[in-house]
């Protein structure tokens, strides 16, 4: 079975920067969401950005949390092989695991990678 696989997570000072990467590992087949979501010790999950794909390959919409507007970039290449999350200005509560999820129509199934670890601290 695919599995979706992130990249990129470390620790960081405050105000610097990560790009996380997440692929598959085997076929997802054109997934029309490509998410991240992030879960710090003791909390719930949270939705940090997601892309929406429509029916051409240039018709894209982008979503991002509130806690996270203006500092971080969601993008995927154009194949939608890969997903990223390019952070900036990082601070100490965006440490956390961050998870992607991809969503597939057909069939309709939601997958989810195991989680790489950011870790903001000076």
């Known amino acids: 079975q695919a599995q979706l696989v992130e990249s990129g997570g470390g620790l960081v000072q405050p105000g610097g920067s990560l790009r996380l990467s997440c692929a598959a590992s085997g076929s997802i087949h054109d997934p029309d969401i490509m998410a991240w979501y992030r879960q710090a010790p003791g909390k719930q999950r949270e939705f940090v950005a997601d892309i929406a794909f429509g029916h051409t390959p240039n018709e894209r919409t982008a979503r991002y949390g509130d806690s996270v507007k203006g500092r971080f970039t969601i993008s995927a290449d154009n194949a939608k092989n890969s997903v990223f999350l390019q952070m900036n200005s990082l601070m100490p509560e965006d440490t956390a695991v961050y998870y992607c999820?991809?969503?597939?129509?057909?069939?309709?199934?939601?997958?989810w990678g195991q989680g790489t670890q950011v870790t903001v601290s000076s």
């Open positions: 999820k991809w969503v597939t129509p057909r069939p309709p199934f939601t997958h």
